[in-house]
């Protein structure tokens, strides 16, 4: 049985986040076998998790180590070398707990999950042991997207700070490890071209699909995501200015966005007609249930990796603007329509609402593929590949 040290910034049981539903992912498809001893060590962010409830971790890994954490002022993250996701993380009670924790027991591998923990190499670098690291985006091309559409100036220059901060250590710190995991093809190719990298291995999200299913036939979009996170916001505020959403009305069709956004975001939504803005919500379940089509609305970001298998999970054909699938297997007219901009991503969302061969037609295929890519146990032998190979 190997014995697996597994690093990450936070509790992520809750799946409120694709980070955190990703991470939950790898570790389910880790225990998915007998062949794993899984110690976890995450930050518990007493400040927000005081009053949850917090058992499934426990359950179903074999041991849980938690560090307390306190999200740190924005002058030090500002003034700090390290790029604002690692500034705010980088603490030594993680880094005494880590040290403290490989020095009193024996592991044959430790994953650290996410750039924000990638510090780490530099206090684990010298134990006999192998480093994975699990990469959930490309950091330095997502915060260079960020930059490029900001409107704002002052902000512009921030986040162009991050971004050339973010680049110099993304490569410094993940040339260290012995492997390095992305979520998708796309991911692969930037960092063996982009960083130089060569031990990138596949690691996609669990996806669970059914292959029975009901397809809906009603006037309903559907985009789904939590846009309060600035690359997420700039997406929102581009669809919403969107001079196509008039064909909604037109046309008899309703554009549902559902998850967390600013409060002055929902109120501008909400405006156009014919267009929801839900805020947060308790379940997307019941929205996804009653969509026909899914729009994917990302051009500013890493691409919604995980909305696309959401949608999948859910039967609903996709919409997508170029770029934002990110999986080579996924083929445009195939799998999903790939369109060019914002104003085509409406109006061929609402001229797939009727036509329902070509729905048919594209959930069949996709269903199909993520069956066998995204089942728990092919990632479970992605994970074996990552670990024995």
Known sequence: MKKILFLTYNNPEKCDN???????????????????????????????????????????????????FVYKNL?????????????NRKTPQMIDKVIEVL?????????VNMFRMAYLIE???????????????????????????SNNLGVRIAYYVDYLKTKYWEKRYLLQYDKITAICDADIESYKNLLGLK???????????SDD?????????????????????????KLLSNKSLELLLI????????????????????????????????SVEPYYQKAAVALIPELVGGGFKLKIAEAVHYHLPIVAIKGSVTDS??????????VDSFEELISKGIELLNDIELKKYLIENSVKLFTIRYSIKAVNEQLANVIFN
Request: net charge neutral; hydrophobic share 40%.
């Open 75 to 87: 002058l030090s993250i500002g003034l700090s070398k390290y790029p604002a996701m690692i500034a």
């Open 103 to 111: 020095s009193s027991e024996n592991y044959d591998i430790v994953f």
């Open 251 to 282: 046309k008899d069709s309703k554009l549902n966005i559902i998850g967390r956004a600013l409060q002055k975001d929902i109120e501008i939504g909400n405006r156009i007609p014919n267009v929801y803005l839900s805020g947060e919500v308790e």
């Open 213 to 237: 299913f009901i397809m809906n036939n009603t006037n309903e979009l559907i985009v789904c995501g939590a846009f309060t996170w600035t690359p997420k916001r700039l997406n929102l505020l």
């Open 329 to 338: 297997k996924m083929l445009n007219g195939i799998h999903y329509i790939e």
């Open 123 to 149: 206090y684990i670098k010298n134990f006999n042991i192998d480093k994975i690291f699990i990469g959930h985006n490309v950091e330095h091309l997502l915060s260079r997207s960020t930059y490029k559409y």
């Open 199 to 209: 031990n990138v291995e596949l690691l996609t999200p669990v996806v669970d699909c």
């Open 18 to 68: 694709g980070d955190k539903r990703y991470s939950w992912d790898i570790l389910k498809a880790l225990k998915y076998s007998s062949e794993y001893y899984v110690h976890v060590v995450a930050y518990y962010e007493e400040a927000i998790e005081k009053n949850n409830i917090y058992t499934k971790l426990e359950y179903l890994c074999d041991k849980v180590t938690y560090v307390p």
